[in-house]
């Protein structure tokens, strides 16, 4: 499937597939040091060259990004990680169990890592992931190296989970963009700590529970959580404030519901059966179309902390401006 590729900046723009000849125009664009857009299972990624400073830094200059914070490494499988960061064996069984998927481990780095230091904020550490997108794989296979790819948003913002959003929000930065669809996962990846104590840094579509099952209780992120993406106070947010935990929204106010709801108006429902897979596929895209609609305020039901509502409780209490 192939998509307009159009902002207010330029019209129209050229058509970008997710065929041979499209991953062949990206991996071009990443060689050349320019940005590409392209589809994970999670969200939506801005993708340069993780080896090249000057265009790991074009990332953060698209997305108003804070130097401080790192970006993910994407990466085909486990061998090619192994190149850039140091496997014990706990990372080996979550790599094992989770990839390709929507887990990212925090390893520490190889001498020779070619991930420079701008993409690791300085750290001697290293975010590494390899996504199930067939699109993200085919590329990253094509490239034949670690490609940084922070949400396609701008530093902030609701993440995109669809192509559309990705191109209005930082098409203008990039020189090629894949579409694939609508993001299966809808919520950034779960990003562990492999440091000494496992340690959850940020929560995500790979729930707690099941990553102690592979490798036993996991420590909170502490002064680790610098080594992770998407810990900002306020990050994810749309331009209307959110209050969360909300029953009944208020005049003027756009609701998101969370299972059967008499509300009516400026609805729209995360899952009206109580999902909380589709609740957090829908979460961002949701935010944004509510948001679009200029409410006073954008007001959350209440869901439920267990399993994956851990992840999306913390993306709506950063998008409330708390820390979680």
Not at 22 to 29: L, M, S
Not at 158 to 180: I, K
Not at 224 to 235: F, I, M, N, Q, V
Request: contains cysteine; glycine residues 8%.
């Amino acid at each position: 499937m192939a998509g307009d590729r159009s902002d207010s900046g330029r019209g129209e723009g050229e058509r970008e597939a997710h065929g041979d000849a499209g991953i062949a125009r990206a991996v071009a664009a990443l060689r050349a040091g320019s940005l590409v857009i392209l589809p994970t299972e999670t969200v939506y990624g801005l993708g340069a060259d993780a080896a090249n400073p000057a265009a790991v830094a074009a990332i953060y200059e698209a997305k108003g990004r804070p130097r401080f914070n790192p970006l993910i490494s994407h990466v085909a499988d486990i061998a090619a990680a192994e190149r850039l960061a140091i496997f014990d064996d706990r990372a080996h069984r979550l790599a094992a169990a989770f990839w390709p998927g929507p887990l990212t481990l925090v390893l520490p780095i190889r001498p020779d890592t070619p991930v420079c230091d701008l993409a690791r904020a300085g750290l001697e550490t290293v975010a590494l992931r390899a996504p199930a997108h067939p699109v993200a794989q085919a590329l990253l296979r094509a490239f034949g190296g670690p490609v940084v790819a922070p949400s396609a948003n701008r530093s902030g913002r609701p993440s995109p989970t669809t192509f559309v959003d990705a191109v209005e929000e930082t098409g203008v930065s990039a020189a090629a963009a894949l579409e694939g669809g609508p993001c299966r996962v809808g919520l950034e990846s779960t990003v562990v700590a492999l440091l000494d104590q496992p340690r959850l840094l940020r929560p995500g579509a790979v729930t707690r529970a099941e990553i102690e099952v592979v490798i036993g209780p996991l420590a909170e992120a502490q002064d680790d959580a610098k080594r992770s993406p998407g810990r900002l106070t306020r990050h994810y947010s749309p331009e209307a404030p959110v209050r969360l935990n909300v029953e009944a929204p208020e005049l003027g106010e756009a609701y998101l519901a969370f299972g059967p709801t008499a509300v009516v108006g400026n609805v729209l429902n995360l899952s009206p059966t109580a999902d909380p897979r589709e609740a957090a596929a829908n979460l961002f895209a949701y935010l944004r179309a509510a948001d679009r609609t200029r409410p006073t305020a954008i007001a959350v039901a209440p869901i439920p902390p267990d399993g994956l509502g851990e992840a999306i409780n913390d993306r709506l209490n950063r998008a409330a401006g708390y820390i979680g």
